[in-house]
């Protein structure tokens, strides 16, 4: 494994990490904990010491899942979680930027992950309305001298909003998270340059773009289980996508190279880039993500 900083937040993530959101239960099927520990327990053999969940994926259920299944140590791992959204359903949500609500999400955010404190804590792709909102970020400064959360981060909803990347430092924020991949190059023109700037670390999540690059897919494949979240995606853009992901595979995978390690070392060599945090369903996968570092 190969480790990079973080940005300001001078942490030392692994290049790859471990994203979260399929625990929740929104990508076709639930986890017990005996798997979700069996990935984790992978991750750190791998030398993986990121993960990534957020408040909805599931009501706290990825977070629960996490800290009844964390291996080692606390402090050997770096957990980045998320606020703003109320679970109900999946697919469904309620935004719930205001002070209190954030101040409650991060108190059961911690009960469920079985900790005290959160090393990267991100305002999950809420519109700049409820960003603007200083009253949100001093009670979220409260909270880091309170000890609860180490480095707080942003997750912008939109790969091209630049207001929330210019105004990270504003609100004490050190990281952007951003969807990036072979196929969604748009943080690339205005975001990444302005991280580059303002020395803000770069999580690059969907890096597989929703598993379309990871080599299991082709032209005329369907997603229709009602729990995969892929399956709400307009049929034709995901054909579309499985077109060019058929291009890419012909004119730019290397010969004998994994698609999915391919795909991710592609995000890695950008300079902007601190780390990918792509999806797993089993530790397999995650030994498969982990192969990456050794394109870059």
């Known amino acids: 494994m190969k480790y990079r900083r973080l940005g300001k937040t001078e942490m030392q993530v692994s ?13 076709g099927r639930e986890y017990t904990v005996p798997e979700v520990k069996a990935i984790l327990e992978r991750g750190q053999q791998e030398g993986i010491n990121l993960i990534d969940t957020a408040e909805c994926y ?6 629960r899942l996490i800290g009844e299944s964390l291996p080692g140590k606390r402090e050997d791992w770096i957990i980045a979680s998320k606020f703003g959204h109320e679970f109900h359903k999946n697919f469904s949500r309620t935004d719930r930027f205001d002070p209190t609500s954030v101040q409650h999400q991060l108190e059961k955010s911690l009960k469920s992950l079985k900790t005290d404190y959160i090393d990267l804590y991100q305002f999950h792709s809420g519109p700049d309305s409820v960003f603007d909102n200083q009253e949100l ?7 880091k001298q309170a000890g609860k959360i180490r480095h707080l ?21 050190s990281a952007i998270q951003v969807v990036y991949n072979r196929l969604d190059r748009a943080p690339e023109e205005e975001v990444f340059p302005a991280c580059q700037e303002l020395d803000l670390g770069v999580l690059a999540r969907v890096p597989l773009a929703s598993g379309f690059l990871s080599g299991k897919y082709k032209p ?9 979240v892929r399956s709400l ?19 730019e995978v290397p010969e004998g ?11 890695l060599r950008h300079p902007a880039v601190t780390t990918v945090i792509p999806g797993c369903k089993n530790p ?3 030994s498969s993500n982990a192969n990456a570092v050794n394109l870059i």
């Not at 290049?15 to 990508?27: D, L, N, R, T, Y």
């Not at 005329?220 to 995969?228: A, C, V």
């Open 15 to 27: 290049v790859v990490g471990i994203g979260a959101w399929q625990f929740g239960g929104e990508w």
């Open 58 to 63: 599931g009501d706290h259920t990825s977070e």
């Open 137 to 143: 970020w001093t009670m979220l400064d409260k909270q």
């Open 153 to 173: 981060g942003i997750s912008i909803g939109s790969n091209t909003n630049i207001h929330q990347t210019r105004s990270a430092p504003d609100v004490g924020a």
């Open 220 to 228: 005329g494949d369907t997603f229709d289980n009602p729990n995969d």
């Open 233 to 251: 995606r307009d049929a034709e853009k995901t054909k579309a996508a499985l077109q060019e992901v058929q291009r890419v595979r012909d004119e």
């Open 257 to 267: 190279v994994d698609m999915a390690s391919w795909a991710l070392a592609w995000c």
């Open 284 to 286: 397999d996968q995650v």
